[in-house]
Structure formats: C-alpha cells, structure tokens
C-alpha cells in the first residue's frame, strides 16, 4: 500500500481531528526512522493507520473483536485498548498490508509489549510526542527520542503507568512487561 492509498483510507475512516493526529503521528515515526536508521515508508505507514479503529462505537469494536476472533479476555479490558489489536486485524485483513512488523506496531501502540521492535517503538514514541501533545514534561521525552529509542519508550511506559495508578484504573499487563522489558533492555546496553 502506498503512503497517499493508506491516506485516503484514514481519511475515510477518521474524525477529522484523529485524521490530522495520524498526519502529525506519521511525521513524527518517519523522522525518528531516518535518525535510527528504520525503514521510513514502514514507520510512516504503520503511522498513519495505527488509529484506523479508533473513532469506531464501542459496539463496533466488540463486534469486531469476535468476527477478528481476537483474544476474548480483550474484552476484559479498557474499551480504549480495543481500537489497537482491532485496527491491526483491519489493516492486514482488509487491507491487505502483510508487514508483521506493522501490524505489530499498530496492535500495540497504546500498551506496548515485551520486545518491541524498532519499528513499534518508534510507532508507541510518536503517538505519545507527536506536536500537540500538551503532556508536561513532553519536550525531555521528545529530547530522549533522537537519541535512544529504549529510553525513551521506558520514560513513556513509566509515566504511563504512574498515570493509570493515580486514576485508579487497571493497567494492562502488557505496558507492565514493555516496562520491564525496556528497563532490562536499556541495563544490559550500559555493561
């Protein structure tokens, strides 16, 4: 798919807002793939389709949770956590776009994983940095994001869950083993 198709096809699918964020969200990733040497067209892609199902109804993405036969215990979840792994299963399923790498990206930009590749972690950075994000603190972790992909990935994943603590609400065990993850990644590159 090319990076104009993948376009209409968010514009199809998206608020206009959501649209602009996805523009802004591709910017970003394909920046940060030129600095870390990652494929641009794959970063700027799976960008711009990461929100696909984000501005779909709560039904509907229930809906396609069962038709994708995605994880049940998904639905256990956050409904904000849906759009991910549903937009993956839209994105290769209907659209045709085979790149594991991407779909990966896509299904996990919200919560991060355990062993997220380059191309994911520039997809989980840019949404989290992108320009109008008004986060406090948002420029130090835009700083780190030239310079380490890893560091910044476990500054967003901590903040993250300090975040969801203080809202009480659950946290998925997925952004606890990216944590982790990165944490151990970015300790075994200092020795």
């Known amino acids: 798919m090319d990076i ?4 209409q096809i968010i514009y199809d699918h998206l608020t206009n807002e959501r649209y602009e964020h996805s523009l802004r969200v591709a910017e970003v990733a394909k920046q940060l793939a030129k600095t870390h040497k ?12 990461h929100d696909i199902a984000k501005d ?7 809906a396609n949770i069962e038709q994708f036969s995605l994880p049940s215990d998904l ?7 849906w759009h991910g792994p549903v937009g993956a299963k839209i994105v290769r399923d209907i659209y045709g776009v085979q790149h594991e790498d991407i779909y990966q990206a896509i299904y996990h930009h919200t919560t991060g994983r355990a062993q997220m590749s380059d191309l ?12 109008e ?3 406090p603190g948002i420029e ?3 700083e780190l994001a030239q310079n380490n992909l890893i560091d910044a990935a476990l500054l967003i994943a901590s903040r993250t869950i300090k975040y969801l603590i203080d809202k009480r609400v659950t946290i998925h065990m997925n952004t606890f083993e990216a944590y982790n993850d990165l944490l151990n990644r970015l300790t075994e590159s200092y020795h």
């Open 4 to 7: 104009e198709t993948a376009k």
């Open 38 to 49: 990652v494929d641009t067209y794959r970063a700027e892609l799976a960008a711009l389709l």
């Open 56 to 62: 779909q109804t709560v039904e509907n993405l229930q």
């Open 75 to 81: 639905l256990q979840q956050h409904y904000e956590l």
């Open 120 to 131: 994911e972690l520039i997809v989980y950075i840019a949404d989290y940095i992108e320009p």
């Open 133 to 135: 994000r008004k986060i």
């Open 140 to 142: 130090y972790v835009r």
